[in-house]
């Protein structure tokens, strides 16, 4: 709970992007009007992270 915590307090510094629902677990689901999420997923995936990219339209 403490990472999933961490991972909205990261999310919500990051004005671009927005969290989805009220994660009360360890599932964070995050999206953005203003930039193209498949590419945050690229740039994510990079450093290592590991994610579902599951939204269409990417905006």
Known sequence: ME???????GIKEIPELFIIGRPDL??????????DIFEVNDIMSSK????NALQKPNR
Do not use: E, P
């Not at 990472?3 to 307090?9: D, L, N, P």
């Not at 360890?26 to 930039?35: K, L, P």
């Open 3 to 9: 990472t999933s915590k961490r991972i909205q307090k």
């Open 26 to 35: 360890t599932i964070v689901a995050f999206g953005s009007n203003d930039v």
């Open 48 to 51: 290592g992270w590991h994610l």
